[in-house]
């Protein structure tokens, strides 16, 4: 009984390194073999999720360690974030980084595309200037201010 009573004392020490490295790393190394992004977006996430979680647990190892429940709950987290029924790090991404984390700065106002060009090209995410700067390259910019004069115009129609 008492070595019952010791696993579930010390069970986030036996399940955590498994949950939280061993099988992150093994997807991560298949979805840099796969050829979509979205588990590059999964893993990538939730490695920088970790990290964070990891430099709370440093930065606060004075408070946390007097909450004897902090290592389930980082442990729940991890899960959450891991296992592929609840994509937590998929989640987080789409529903908090997408939507208040802007790369637009990232455009660079001497670039040489019209001001017009710029405002379009500073709303995007990334992934998605990236297919519209190639687009570009390829048409050229004309072949793009057409393109965003047929999209304005059919948002008017809808609307």
């Given amino acids: 009984m008492s070595s019952i009573i010791k696993i579930i004392q010390h ?4 399940i955590g390194p498994g949950v939280m490295l061993l099988y992150p790393l093994y997807a991560s190394m298949r979805a840099i073999e796969s050829p979509s992004t979205l588990d590059d977006q999964q893993w990538l996430t939730y490695w920088v999720l ?4 990891t430099l709370f647990e440093l930065s606060c190892w004075g408070i946390l360690q007097w909450l004897p429940f902090w290592p389930y709950l980082k442990l729940l987290f991890c ?12 989640y987080i991404y789409e529903n908090v980084v997408r939507k208040y984390v802007k790369i637009g ?5 001497v670039s040489g595309y019209p001001e017009g060009q710029r405002k379009v090209l500073q709303m995007m995410s990334l992934d998605a200037r990236k297919s519209v700067e190639r ?9 793009f201010e057409r393109v965003v004069r047929a999209a304005e115009k059919e948002a008017k129609k809808t609307y």
């Fill in 50 to 53: 970790y990290s964070l979680t």
């Fill in 135 to 143: 687009y570009i390259e390829k048409y050229g910019p004309d072949a």
């Fill in 11 to 14: 069970f986030d020490a036996l």
């Fill in 105 to 109: 700065w990232l455009v660079d106002p």
């Fill in 79 to 90: 899960m959450w974030l891991v296992l592929p029924i609840f994509n937590g790090a998929a």
